[in-house]
């Protein structure tokens, strides 16, 4: 089965910036991030369809992270990662990888995610 590793997250203050990592064991036609805080369901932050083809490279964002956050792919490494730039307190949440083999025509839900990473944590501080 597909398998994600994410890394990168960790403890930052307010306006600073992270990038998470993501690494595929095999490839998939669309990757995407999600956070999920205590209690609440796993929300969209970002997708990307994987590869160079008519669908290959094109993201999509949630409306709260849209200029700040970019996702971007290195296919050749089965890598996705995430940019954050210009992190909120409010961005402190627990963030995992996901993967689907059909390319994404949006963020979609979380329950269209077949492959799951473990997660990790980003904490913003004010």
């Known amino acids: 089965a597909l398998q994600l590793t994410e890394s990168g997250g960790e403890s930052v203050q307010a306006g600073e910036s992270l990038r998470l990592s993501c690494a595929a064991s095999?490839?998939?036609?669309?990757m995407a991030w999600f956070r999920q805080g205590p209690g609440k369901e796993r929300e969209g932050v970002a997708s990307i369809n994987i590869g160079r083809g008519n669908r290959g490279g094109i993201t999509y964002y949630d409306d709260s992270v849209k200029g700040r956050f970019t996702i971007s792919q290195d296919s050749s490494k089965r890598m996705v990662y995430l940019q954050m730039n210009g992190l909120k307190p409010e961005d402190t949440y627990m963030y995992y990888c996901?993967?689907?083999?059909?390319?994404?025509?949006?963020?979609?839900?979380?329950?269209?995610?077949?492959?799951w990473g473990q997660g990790t944590q980003v904490t913003v501080s004010s």
């Open positions: 095999e490839y998939s036609y669309c």
């Open positions: 996901a993967a689907r083999r059909s390319y994404c025509s949006g963020l979609h839900d979380a329950d269209s995610y077949p492959f």
